[in-house]
């Protein structure tokens, strides 16, 4: 799935300290800055800090490396880089993207002892995306260390061969290398490595649950955040990556349209620009988007995602994520996992028409790709689903059922049944986002559907460069009560060690009629279960198949 970018880049607004700060790492001396926040809260940044070597040449498509060593002071001052994306023409895109952000409230040499630790994955649908987005303002405030890093991207992090030429998810393996590096040497900034929580949004929260599914590196993390995406979601696995390794290969040499010889395909690929491998992967995305509907449900929205690798030793993960969920191969941390009324309210409309008119014309395109095999049942299970979002009437005479279709299909059901199955195995926290503010700056509103579409909560947590005192209070007070509960959890790992607003939020423990939930909305509020009647239906739509060999759900 192809996210809607939120965010548009802005300079921190901050002074400069002229005695910037110099950490000795294993590698070599970095000088950062001595910073303040809007509230002259002082902290120190260090950007753009090498977490591994750059994957070019021989080295594209493979397992990212520790970085190489330097002479002199490396200056991270300033992150000027972003890795190469998809439908986006920036000039700062470079494979040489491998690095990091360090955002703390302090350094060792003050004596003020260690902070906890707060990881950021960024979202963008393992297309596009980049660190330097995420303000660390609101964190440090709170006295967490803030780290946000880079991973490469579209066919640079997700290409496969599934085989071992090209194992793929080598955007996954990026960013496991890059919570190994703070491990290391987060101490060195004040950080705490016994208490390191991963987030992240969207692709970013679906690749904080791929973690969770990844049990070989061994205490990399106490705890973690999933805000609006899941491992479970269709869009976040490749279904068929060697077939589409080829076919994109085709656009750079036709001859990969005939030829199947994977060593041959990377090696022509290891020797061509980046950009060309960029623009193959971006007219690979016009064939499914413009193709047959064999092509469509082939990849069901999504066309660069992590998939299954062959089992070797570096393999991250080889096994269908609802059985390892099922089956509690998970690392089993605290979880705080959530949603937004209404996930899939902003999407792009245009990309957006063309499915609706697929659902309309093919049945088969509602049903998800691995729930069933028979083209019978399918047309019938294709119907019944129809029929529990608009009761049998065409998916374009109601834009809302079809927006409320696509969020659920995309996000609700697989985030709530990510929740409601790792919760029987460790503590688990889940709260809906249905605070309808201003600061995110769009309104949008559709018969039937909720009002907070995907990633509006982010221009809270992250308190992008606008003044938000020139908005209401109550803007700010959501702000200030977001930023508190997230910093709460990677502290406690428990969002309401106190009560806050009179509210303790308890862990989920789901039953027949039974989901509690946080509701940050104007107010915080306890409710149960969030989109019940429709979470149900699919529940029962699920069960009646007789078997649960899902890969998503």
Known sequence: ??????????????????????????????????????????????????YAQAPVGTLRFRNPREPLSWAGILDCTTMDVVCYQMFNNLKNQSENCLFLNVYTPDLPESGNGTFPVMVYIHGGGFTEGMSQQYHPQLFVENGVVLVTFNYRLGPFGFLSTQDETIPGNNGLKDQNLALKWVNKNIQLFSGDPQKITIFGHSAGSASVGYHLLNPKPKNLFWAAICQSGSFLGPWAYQRQPRRQAFLTAGFINNMFLERNDSEELLNVLQNVKPETIRLAAEKFYDLILNGTSD???????????????????DSFISEKMFKLLKNGNIVKVP?????????????????????????????R???????????????????????MYTGGRNFSENIGDAIRFSSDNDMTRPI????????????????Q???????????????GTGNVSHGEELFYLFDLTRDITTYPKQ????????????????????????PMENVSWPQLKVEENHFPYLDIGEKLAIKNFPKKEIYKKWNQLYETLGHDEFDTY
């Open 475 to 498: 803007e700010q007070i959501v702000r200030n009560r977001l930023i508190k509960l997230w910093t709460n959890f990677a502290k406690f790992r428990n969002p309401t060690p106190e």
């Open 433 to 447: 986002f249905s605070y309808d503010g201003q600061f995110p700056g769009f309104k949008l509103n559709y018969p």
């Open 416 to 431: 709530m049944k990510q929740a409601e199955i790792y919760s029987s195995y460790a503590p688990t926290y889940f709260y």
């Open 295 to 313: 092509d469509f449900a082939a990849i069901e929205g999504s066309n660069w995602a992590p998939t299954l690798e062959i089992e070797n030793e």
């Open 1 to 50: 799935m192809k996210c809607v970018q939120l965010f548009v880049l802005f300079s921190l607004e901050i002074g400069v300290d002229l005695s910037d700060p110099v950490v000795k790492l294993p590698n070599g001396l970095i000088r950062g800055q001595k910073l303040q926040t809007s509230r002259l809260k002082e902290f120190y940044s260090f950007k753009k800090i090498p």
């Open 335 to 363: 979880l705080m996992i959530g949603l937004t009324t209404e996930e899939n309210l902003s999407m792009d409309h245009k990309n957006f028409d063309q499915n609706v008119k697929k659902y309309d014309e093919d049945y």
């Open 365 to 387: 395109n509602l049903v998800p790709v691995d729930m069933i095999g028979d083209e019978e049942k399918l047309i019938k299970v294709g119907q019944m689903i129809r029929e």
